[in-house]
């Protein structure tokens, strides 16, 4: 036998043999496959693995549209802002990486740990904003510190800047950050977590032509989640740009004429509707939910018993006081229970029988008193006697002619419509008849009778133009990103009412004279450069129930603050051309004489000046001077 045997030589060494062969040549089978699989089949799903592990894609936020005014004025624009976001797969140790941070930027923990849960739902490859507009130093913070910060980027976003501070607030109204429910909603498809969009007025009605579109960038990170190097970039698109009907000269006339008082102002084009003027106060800061509101900040503003996040000019309802009787007067007219000769002897008080008086704010009286004398110097026993032989339904329906006692159609801010009572309102609200007494005071806007300050506006201008009342506008036209005009106002008539000439002049010429003669209401308030016309009026907030009471409401430091009267003015200009209508509320102001209309008086002095100054450059222009 030979000393080394051949496997042909020996069957159980030769079995073997073949054993080892066919398991040799089945694992290089299954590696052969395996490879095949990897390079062949499996390589598109390899390669994006690889890709997520190596490539980290950030979306860029778009700067939102910016809004202007009328003339081009910018009054909300973007600026740059700094966010601190988290990578969350690439965070190990959230708990060391989030004190590391918290440290660094001297931030409560929990408030990252809160926004960690917040966006547990996202995926985790989106980066997660922790926080936000957190200032150029504390930014080279965090850069200095990133070797401990695994997972932690600074992102660079736009965010609103308001130029011009408070102003016009509750006309563009804030944004807040995208909620949890609103991210499960169809219409916010497309939004991640920490993305900030309009919750009111202007901001939210126009949020999918402001938003713009988000870009993208693609850049290569280290294991450790670091950036390296930027790939590829998809730059964002803003968004639309919004052209308002405001006029900045006048708007910011009006809130420095309000101050620091609570109130309501609109002014409005007489013959478009446009809203010239917007101002509710107090107000807020939007630039507090732009960057994200503090706690503290919200409950200043929610325990501000002046409520400063009700806008007054869509929401506000008070009794519109003298300046309704422009209303009564055009309803006895029409109805013929008055001329513009009727007149009646005030002594101070009115009798409507043995047991119930009523007073005239003059108590020595007016005299004999004609329509031109009431409207003038403002007479509430003349307007007692016409209104009670006009009767409340007449009355009620004038009103609702001139704009009064329905909504006006603004498109936002869950306006409300007022009240204009009438005999079957108050039949079916109380179940009880109207009562005479309850005319003699509807007749001087007390009562049942409230109205908004955007009514009152409407009301003035209606009386201005000769009997239209127009919705009002507020968006001027929309401007796409090349430039293009995408959406253009077009004005839209609500009523239009033929008063006759004859009471249209005794009425206007009346209001003329409340500003423009001596003894009117608002002589004070007159001015050389611009004449207009206008009514004031008081509204009491509580009853009077002596005199004792009534002098001490003379005096506005002894009466508390929630009960003192609140002032109004309504008003036009020119008188000749009516062009711009002004309605003004000064919430416990005292006197429309000397609370409400000094503010119109600022207002048309600035809006006029602007108009002739603008007017001069062009001319100037064309002359060549």
């Known amino acids: 036998m030979s000393l080394n045997p051949s496997p042909e030589e020996t069957p159980g060494l030769r079995r073997r043999y073949i054993i080892s062969s066919l398991i040799v040549v089945g694992i290089f089978s299954v590696l052969a496959l395996r490879l095949w699989y990897l390079q062949i089949l499996g390589v598109d799903h390899y390669r994006e693995l690889s890709e997520r592990n190596r490539i980290r894609y950030v979306a860029i936020q778009a700067p939102r549209g910016t809004i202007f005014d009328r003339h081009g004025t910018l009054l909300v624009d973007n600026r740059p802002a700094f966010t601190v976001s988290v990578l969350r797969q690439d965070v190990g140790d959230r708990e060391r990486v989030f004190a590391t941070l918290g440290d660094l930027l001297d931030v409560d923990v929990e408030q990252l740990e809160e926004r960690w849960r917040a966006g547990q739902g996202l995926p985790r490859y989106r980066p997660l904003p922790l926080l936000e507009d957190i200032g150029r130093q504390a930014m080279e913070k ?24 408070e102003m016009a607030a509750h006309l563009f109204g804030y944004l807040g950050e995208v909620s ?31 938003r713009g579109a988000a870009g993208q960038k693609r850049i290569e990170v280290n294991v450790k989640g670091r950036e390296l190097r930027q790939v590829t970039t998809r730059n964002p698109l803003p968004g639309q740009r919004l052209y308002l009907t405001i006029d900045a000269t006048l708007q910011q006339a009006a809130e420095t004429a309000l101050g620091d008082n609570a109130g309501a102002i609109v002014a409005l084009d007489v013959n478009n509707g446009e809203v010239l003027a917007f101002v509710s106060r107090p107000t807020f800061n939007p630039a507090w939910f732009a960057r994200g509101i503090k706690s503290e900040e919200w409950r200043e503003l929610i325990n501000n018993p002046r409520h400063p996040m009700t806008n007054k000019v869509l929401r506000g309802q008070y009794p519109p006081g003298s300046t309704f009787k422009m209303v009564v007067a055009l309803a006895a007219l029409e109805a013929g229970t008055a001329t513009p000769a009727t007149r009646v002897q005030c002594n101070g008080r009115f009798k409507l029988s043995s047991s119930y008086e009523y007073r005239c704010w003059k108590k020595r009286g007016h005299g004999s008193v004609d329509l031109h004398k009431a409207i003038k110097e403002s007479c509430d026993v003349w307007f007692y006697t016409v209104g009670l032989e006009t009767g409340i339904d007449r009355i009620a329906s004038a009103a609702y002619r001139l704009g009064l006692g329905k909504k006006t159609g603004f498109p936002f801010g869950r306006e409300r419509s007022g009240l204009i009572p009438t005999k079957a309102w108050k039949k079916k609200r109380f179940g009880t008849s109207w009562y005479k007494g309850e005319t003699v005071i509807s007749a001087i806007g007390q009562g049942f009778v409230l109205a908004t300050p955007l009514q009152l506006a409407s009301m003035a201008a209606a009386l201005a133009n000769g009997g239209t009342v127009w919705k009002p506008q507020i968006v001027q036209k929309i401007v796409d990103l090349a430039g293009g005009t995408d959406w253009v106002l077009k004005p839209e008539k609500l009523t239009e009412t033929a008063w006759s000439e004859e009471s249209l002049r005794a009425v206007r010429g009346a209001m003329e004279s409340v500003v423009n003669d001596v003894g009117g209401t608002a002589w004070r308030s007159r001015l050389k450069q611009v004449r207009f016309a206008g009514k004031t009026g008081t509204a009491q907030v509580i009853k009077r129930k002596s005199d004792e009471e009534e002098r001490k409401r003379d005096k506005g430091d002894v009466i508390p603050y929630q009960n003192r009267d609140h002032a109004l003015f309504v008003s036009y200009a020119p008188t000749d051309n009516p062009q711009i209508a002004v309605a003004v509320v000064v919430e416990h102001g005292g006197h429309g004489s000397s609370a409400a209309a000094p503010i119109a008086k600022a207002m048309y002095k600035a809006y006029f000046a602007d108009k002739k100054a603008k007017k001069d450059v062009v001319r100037k222009a064309v002359s060549g001077d």
């Open 142 to 165: 965090v850069q200095e510190n990133s070797v401990n910060l695994p997972g932690i980027l600074v992102e660079v976003k736009p965010i609103r800047a308001y130029p011009y501070g």
């Open 180 to 210: 949890e429910q609103e991210l499960k909603q169809s219409d916010f498809a497309g939004y991640r977590s920490g993305e900030m969009v309009g919750k009111t007025a202007l901001e939210s009605m126009f949020e999918d032509r402001l």
